[in-house]
């Protein structure tokens, strides 16, 4: 008889629920239509972790919606993710062959069908987003907080950073990467946070804070991936940041001051949810998973 | 003493308003963002012929809608037709150097800034969409429609198939074509014609019939371009279609049969304008110039 693993908890089962539904919601989504750019659009969404999404629909759940409801909000967020990795894998950006363990899309069909894949999951994203349940007036909040985040003065504006980062003669600063991580992964994972709040015409305030506190343990977390993880675990090339003499968290602080930065972020990230009380336990064992995962 | 030479028509009078109406929004929206990338996505707004905002302005007009209210979509139309262009343009698409007379973004900055600049050319398209004036329910039909026509069953699409077309045994039919290009230019085009209507919460349906006649049209007329135009006229490459043997619709009708196919468009859409009686002078001359204009 093997001994049994750990059983799934709360959050980890959560966590799978919301990626199957999620799934499930963009197979549906792109069901009607054939062709390689739609299989790439659906390849390209799959075998992520799913956090955003999960964010979205616990978000919603805390605020008493459905989840039918949150789902397009929690799809929409996935494919807008799905599109960002697309697009960051380009030869011309990251030039990178693996992400998530497989082919990145440019390497399984090229570059022209990984563009126009990534182009029309940020549309779909937008699709979906429109079509969440609450009142128009919350959907259009949403659905213009989403394009806030997604655009020059949210997340591409820190690629753009980024990409000027590796070619300025200065390594950034502590303050300038945390300015630029806020953005280019930052923003994202606070919309998906605070987007049950927003649908249900809430105060989004605490869930913005806790979003905020997370994004940055998860890069933080990212970097030590980069430092500690492998290929194999990860799903993608590591050890490239060093490489590159590129500034990251782990660069500035060290190590051990890296991994203390995330845990105070996470303790911010959970006193964020004393406002929900123990309905939100799901959330904060979510911020302890991203500065624990391996991949 | 020289002559003077032909007054602006209504039609050019009106389309010269709206292109500096869209062209101060989108300086508006992209003032306060530094960067090359935020240049880049104004550079690449500029210098085209605006006849999509144009069409978003006139038809809001048809419906007792302000310019104040209207004009944040037609903004939204012009940032995601140059968007499509920016992409359309890359190496891995269709490698072009010229565009509106000027170096094409990736020329004039780097691929990476292109892929970027074109992302957040998107996303800034739905941040100023769902802001139009009219009421939420409006609002958010217009940001859905506006987000299919732009994705996998909309542009997206029609530019996969144009790429598959090039690869293919057999040339396009003539059904096939009218299908792709319904879809790659067409959707665009019908989605502006009708945004005004959908604002309004009026009936759009007219005007969906007049925005497919005059898509069509337009691209007939570019395909004419293509042959007869220079590319100083053009303002880009042109003779393509030809040295790439690729189906378009001259190689299909025929230079006169081409011509006689957008006549009979045109004249399909000024009768699609008829509910809207002297109105709609300025629409009908509009498809007019589609067809007579030089670039």
């Known amino acids: 008889m093997t001994a049994l693993g750990p059983l799934p908890s709360g959050f980890e089962a959560a966590l799978a629920r919301a990626r199957s539904a999620v799934e499930a919601e963009l197979c549906r989504a792109l069901a009607a239509e054939p ?8 390849y390209a969404c799959e075998g992520g ?9 616990e978000g919603a759940r ?6 039918a409801q949150a ?44 563009v126009l894949a990534g182009d029309a ?20 909040t949403l659905t213009l907080t989403l394009a806030r985040a997604a655009g020059v003065a949210g997340m591409v504006g820190g690629q753009a950073l980024d990409i000027a980062a590796e070619t300025a003669v200065e390594p950034l600063t ?23 709040a927003r649908l249900a015409g809430a105060d989004p305030a605490p869930l913005v804070r806790y979003g905020d506190a997370l994004g940055l343990a998860f890069q933080i977390a990212d970097d030590l991936l980069d ?26 602080l060290g190590l051990a001051g890296a991994k203390a930065r995330a845990q105070a972020l996470v303790e911010n990230a959970c006193a964020a949810l004393d406002v929900y009380g123990a309905e939100a336990s799901t959330l904060r064992e979510a911020a302890r998973f991203v500065t624990a995962r391996r991949k």
Chains 1, 2 share one sequence.
């Not at 999951?121 to 259009?140: N, W």
Request: net charge negative.
């Open 35 to 42: 062709g390689p750019v739609a299989e790439a659009m659906l």
């Open 49 to 57: 972790k799913g956090l955003r999404g999960f964010l979205v629909l």
């Open 62 to 67: 805390l605020h008493g919606l459905s989840e």
């Open 227 to 252: 430092v500690e993880g492998s290929a194999e675990e990860v799903g993608k090339a590591v050890a490239k940041d060093a490489a590159r003499g590129k500034a990251t968290f782990v660069s500035l």
């Open 121 to 140: 999951l940020q549309s779909l994203a937008f699709e979906l987003v429109c079509q969440a349940g609450g009142s128009p007036e919350a959907r259009l």
């Open 71 to 114: 789902i397009p909000a929690a799809a929409a967020i996935e494919a807008l993710h799905a599109y960002s990795l697309i697009h960051d894998d380009l030869p011309c950006m990251d030039d990178d062959d693996l992400r998530r363990g497989r082919p990145t899309v440019h390497r399984a069909w090229d570059e022209a069908t990984a």
């Open 174 to 196: 502590l303050e300038q990467i945390t300015a630029l991580q806020a953005r280019k992964t930052g923003a994202l994972i606070t919309w998906s946070a605070a987007a049950g």
